[in-house]
């Protein structure tokens, strides 16, 4: 297994991911001018590498709004890769989903 480096983001970037990621997500979640199918609270798998490239962009978009995250947040960073998703699609099977994390481009 490689040995990860990495980078720290100052909270500028950490900002700037989360206009840009939150901007993508209304975006996507968009059925018109105006109308957007996101809300606060919204339900939202976090199915991804807990990474600073590609995490910090889910957890970012929850600086705009207050999504309800699966797994917790609290409980993201202490889990594997597979323990996460297992867990995040263990708690969607419950309670369904609103919104899934992925890669953010």
């Known amino acids: 297994m490689a040995n990860w480096k990495w980078a720290p983001l100052t909270r500028e970037m950490y900002d700037r991911y989360a206009e840009y990621s939150f901007s993508m ?3 996507a979640s968009s059925r018109g001018r105006g109308h957007f ?6 339900a939202f798998l976090y199915a991804v590498l807990a990474s600073v490239h590609i995490g910090c962009r ?3 978009v929850g600086q ?3 999504f ?3 797994p917790p947040l ?3 960073r202490g ?12 708690m969607a099977m419950k309670s369904g989903i609103d919104i899934t994390g992925g890669w953010l481009v």
């Open 64 to 66: 705009v709004l207050d």
């Open 74 to 76: 609290e409980q993201v």
């Open 25 to 27: 997500l209304l975006l």
């Open 79 to 90: 889990l594997e890769f597979r323990e996460r998703v297992a867990m995040g699609f263990g």
């Open 68 to 70: 309800h995250y699966m």
């Open 58 to 60: 889910i957890e970012a």
């Open 37 to 42: 199918t996101i809300a606060s609270n919204d």
